[in-house]
């Protein structure tokens, strides 16, 4: 187990450069953490935490959009189940999209590894409480 | 009748008169006529005097002796007017030609109103060799008569139902494996009813595809006693292709054998028609319904997707950030407003492709569109070095909307130029042609493929992008199925990762 660190590692899996950008101002605005990783879809995110090099920089957690090109939301809970013995850390997923779609409300809260489900955009309250949530 | 005249006609061996004398003379023979239920009567031709047997009086209802002794009389009052002229005429044929007298009439009993009698009879000569007698018998028939006429008008009930109905009967004898049908059997097989149907034969009927059910269906009914009852198409012996329904059911002798198949079979091929007409416009229908439905939820969500972003901006510039930040911010704002516009384009192209009803067919030429479009993205395929083959030959034109066909060519082959593999140069072949009733398209490239059992439902799908592609903007292929969906046609994919992607495409 790592040693808990003040701040919470945050990443953020999603090819909206715009919301990406939005969620960092966010979280520094408020002062939520200083650090944050961003990956453009999930096979990115996926490369990045099987890779052992990378086991010390974890995130604490995960903001997952669901539409992305090349290994979208759902293909990536289904590699992070599979990888999630590996990883030395506990990992609070949410989803988060902006789809109200109801069939991908319940796909998502039928995920046990998906903490919560969020549509976008983001409010601030709702960010904290996240945070809080995760912690 | 005097006894004069009785000795005149003596001659005779059964003249009225020794009938008369023997009648009531002879117990034994007079028992034996009136036990048969027969009435006898004796008309002299001459002077219409008559005679009726007590047996004759007794069927009528009357007493021996209570009858009119004239022939005449006996026609007028006691026989159906719609059967006078029929016996009138039969006596006169028969005194013409001697041909046999035998007819059935209604004859007036006294309290049970009219019955049906078979009378019959023979005229003899008198010592002149003249014709001068006629002697007879009648017998009563109402019942068989009217069970007769009963089933007649049943079978003519039938026969009319059954022909309104196009439906006949069989009956498969199972033992011998005798095949019978009814009238509207050979009609509904344009067959002529002289030939005798046999099982083979009649299952030969059958379309391919049909002919195993109905063979299976008749052996499972003589093997199982399971009874079946199907809709499936027969070509007839004039080559007419039509839908029967054939019911078929089997009779179950004591040791629960089936020896007999009896069942239905009924021409239905209007009525199927209809329907499968009715489910087609069901099935049109449901489509529309689930593309609008699609589109509706394409609409939310892209729309959210901005207006959400475009929020998030606005509460992060009301936030206390510095100006260069505030620039930021403003700078992403301008940026979701022209992607929102963009949007807004792309599905206002949906919706026409979805509303423009009356698109103008016209025939237009798969290779001058090809090559046109191919001078479009001149210098994509230089840079790319592809090689792009066709072959329109097997069906060089088609009735569509031009501006579709262009659009599709636009998007299949710019999509293949994009997603070439990086290891080789592009090699793209496009052909078409023509099967039963539609127009097919092929366009195959040997490009990066597609993973299908990860994507298959969102190949088609709006801004859905499978590479991590700059330019790629997930509309083409969403807008390409729209036009050839709103033609009644359909696009399929077959892909293989780094092998490449094959699209067939029915146009028409």
């Known amino acids: ?135 | 009748m005097s006894e004069e005249k009785d000795t005149a006609f003596g001659m005779f061996p059964i003249g009225l008169q020794a009938l008369n004398q023997h009648y009531f003379a002879n117990k034994q023979l007079h028992n034996l006529i009136e036990s048969t239920n027969t009435g006898l009567w004796e008309r002299n031709i001459e002077d219409q005097q008559a005679w009726w047997s007590p047996k004759f009086c007794e069927l009528l209802g009357y007493e021996y002796g209570a009858l009119d002794t004239s022939y005449t009389s006996f026609i007028d009052k006691l026989v159906h007017p719609e059967d006078k002229k029929p016996l009138v005429d039969a006596y006169q044929n028969h005194l013409k030609t001697q041909s046999p007298y035998k007819i059935e009439v209604r004859l007036l009993t006294k309290e049970e109103g009219y019955r049906w009698f078979e009378t019959s009879g023979k005229a003899w000569p008198d010592e002149n060799g003249k014709l001068s007698r006629m002697i007879g018998a009648v017998v009563d028939i109402d019942q068989k008569k009217r069970n007769e006429i009963k089933l007649k008008r049943n079978e003519f009930l039938l026969n009319e139902t059954n022909k309104i109905a196009n439906v006949g009967g069989w009956e498969l004898d199972v033992v011998n494996m005798e095949l019978t049908w009814s009238k509207e059997i050979y009609e509904i097989y344009e067959l002529p009813t002289n030939i005798s149907p046999d099982v083979d034969s009649a299952i030969s009927f059958f379309e391919p595809g049909y002919r195993e059910i109905i063979s299976a269906a008749v052996s499972d009914a003589i093997k199982f006693c399971k009874p079946y009852d199907l809709e499936l198409q027969i070509r007839t012996a004039k080559g007419n292709i039509i839908w029967v329904r054939t019911k078929g059911i089997p009779i179950i002798d004591s040791n629960g054998e089936c020896i007999t198949l009896r069942g239905i079979f009924q021409n239905i091929n209007e009525n199927k028609l209809k329907e499968l007409n009715l489910q087609k416009s069901l099935d049109l229908l449901g489509d529309h319904n689930r593309r609008l439905q699609n589109f509706a939820h394409i609409v939310s969500h892209n729309l959210r997707s901005h207006s959400g972003n475009l929020q998030f901006m606005v509460n992060i510039f009301a936030e206390n950030i510095s100006a260069a930040e505030k620039d930021e911010v403003f700078g992403n704002i301008r940026s979701i407003s022209e992607s929102l516009a963009t949007t807004i384009d792309h599905l206002n192209e949906i919706v026409k492709i979805q509303t423009e009803i009356s698109k103008e067919l016209k025939p237009v030429d798969f290779e001058s569109v090809f090559k046109s479009t191919q001078n479009v993205l001149d210098s994509n395929i230089r840079r790319t070095r592809a090689m792009i083959c066709y072959d329109f030959s097997s069906c060089p034109t088609i009735n569509y909307v031009p501006a579709y066909l262009e659009s599709i060519f636009l998007n299949l082959l710019s999509n293949s130029l994009k997603y070439r593999h990086p290891d080789r140069n592009p090699k793209i072949i496009c052909e078409t042609y023509f099967d039963k009733e539609h127009t097919y398209m092929t366009f195959e490239d040997n490009g990066l493929g597609i993973d299908l059992e990860k994507h298959k439902d969102k190949v088609f799908g709006m801004y859905r992008t499978f590479h991590q592609n700059t330019n790629a903007k997930g509309i083409g292929l969403f807008i390409t199925r729209n036009q050839i969906e709103s033609l009644g046609g359909s696009i399929q994919i077959e892909s293989a990762v780094n092998v490449g992607t094959k699209f067939t495409i029915k146009l028409t």
């Not at chain 1, 909206?16 to 953490?33: F, M, N, V």
């Open chain 1, 1 to 135: 187990m790592m040693t808990a660190t003040p701040f919470k590692t945050v990443c953020v899996i999603d090819d909206d450069k715009i919301y990406i950008y939005g969620l960092k101002k966010l979280i520094t605005i408020k002062e939520l953490s200083p650090n944050l990783m961003e990956f453009y879809n999930g096979k990115e995110a996926i490369d990045f935490l099987i890779n052992p090099e990378n086991q010390n920089q974890l995130p604490d957690i995960i903001f997952l959009d669901i539409n992305m090109p090349v290994m979208d939301g759902w293909g990536f809970m289904e590699s992070f189940v599979k990888i999630k013995p590996q990883l030395g850390k506990k990992i609070t997923i949410y989803m988060v999209s902006s789809s109200i779609n109801q069939d991908d409300i319940n796909r998502a809260k039928g995920i046990s590894d998906v903490t919560d489900y969020v549509i976008k955009p983001i409010s601030q309250d709702t960010l904290v409480e996240l945070f809080k949530v995760a912690a």
